[in-house]
């Protein structure tokens, strides 16, 4: 059982461009969880999203931040016109559909923005 | 809301020395606790947990308890190792359930000389 996707490994963009971070969750698990990772800081909940439903967005920001999780594909989560302040690792979890005490932590995607 | 409190770093002790990180929360309910480990560039892989109070999660030589009355799961470990050198960050969650996400403490830098 292939383990949480996260891709691209790493991300670079300039100022004002658009980054795309893809999850793919492990078989068989239909939540996903979204946390940011500033430089020497822990992780910050961002969203919760089982298929086509955002369950809890109460860690995004208000603005230029989106998720999706359609019905088939990975989960997207989508931040338009970057500033240096998105330069972080973002890491996607998922949790089997049946519930579970552990979540699964994918590699992360390093953004940095130039 | 809940917290993780972790011991600030870095950290810095000679191969085989003795290891505590120590670890206080603040929740709502009843958390389940977790040590993550994160090697340079890399994501989170779970070290340990525990799941009810008095609970002792062990792995690779670490060991942490669950203590209710002081709100503790302090990480230890006998003898380290080089290869222990890593960002320890202790979390909650306070619910099984897929809507639970993880409250994470700041991360404790470990650095094991040899």
């Known amino acids: 059982n292939a383990g949480v996707m996260q891709n691209p490994r790493h991300l670079v963009r300039r100022r004002g461009q658009e980054a795309r971070l893809r999850c793919s969750p492990m078989k068989g698990h239909s939540h996903v969880y979204w946390y940011r990772q500033l430089p020497e800081e822990g992780l910050k909940f961002m969203v919760y999203?089982?298929?086509?439903?955002?369950?809890?967005e109460s860690g995004m920001p208000k603005e230029r931040f989106s998720a999706e999780f359609p019905k088939e594909g990975p989960s997207i989560l989508r931040i338009q016109q970057v500033v240096r302040g998105d330069s972080a690792a973002y890491f996607c979890?998922?949790?089997?559909?049946?519930?579970?005490?552990?979540?699964?932590f994918g590699p992360g995607t390093r953004l940095t923005v130039t | 809301g809940n917290s993780v409190t972790q011991m600030e770093g870095p950290v810095t002790l000679s191969e085989e020395a003795f290891l505590t990180i120590n670890c206080t929360y603040t929740?709502?309910?009843?958390?389940?606790l977790f040590w993550y480990v994160q090697y340079p560039g890399e994501g989170l892989q779970l070290l340990l947990k525990?799941?009810?109070?008095?609970d002792k999660g062990s792995n690779k030589g670490f060991e942490a308890t669950y203590r209710k009355e002081t709100t503790s799961f302090h990480l230890e470990k006998g003898s380290v190792q080089v290869s222990d050198s890593a960002v320890y960050f202790c979390a909650l969650r306070t619910s099984n359930t897929n809507a639970g996400k993880s409250t994470f403490g700041d991360g404790t830098t470990l650095t094991v000389k040899p």
């Open positions: 979890a998922s949790v089997p559909t049946g519930g579970s005490y552990e979540q699964y």
């Open positions: 999203l089982q298929k086509e439903n955002i369950i809890d």
């Open positions: 525990a799941t009810k109070a008095d």
């Open positions: 929740a709502t309910g009843y958390p389940s």
